[in-house]
């Protein structure tokens, strides 16, 4: 049986050895994500190149990240892959940015009508 190494020790620090939890289409992807912000790819790009629909690719995208591999994205330019400390943290910061105004946006829905004329209708059911 041949052994595979699944992860790094460095000083007590863990690394997984990321590329052998990857799926085929994952690995394709990952592949073909330039390295640097600059040089960043769009998803219908890396769509027509895997012969996938858009969907599938943000999907990938994300399931690369859940599996700690180093992913960067922009609004307008695409996907990448991190080059410096600065493009990742800067990229954090704005991932962080959007989980707060999805936030106050999910808050803001819980008072619109729709969502006064639900609660109405559950505390009819539940009388």
Known sequence: MDFMQTSFNFNGLKFSNQQTTL???EKKLYELLPVGKENAVQGS???NIL???KRTVISIVRKLRL???DVGSTTNNGYYRFKTPKEYTDYIKTAQMEYIRRGQVLKAMENTPMAQQI???SNKKEA
């Open 23 to 25: 799926t085929k289409q």
């Open 51 to 53: 012969h996938i629909n």
């Open 119 to 121: 609660a109405i209708i």
């Open 67 to 69: 599996k700690h591999f």
């Open 45 to 47: 790009y890396l769509a």
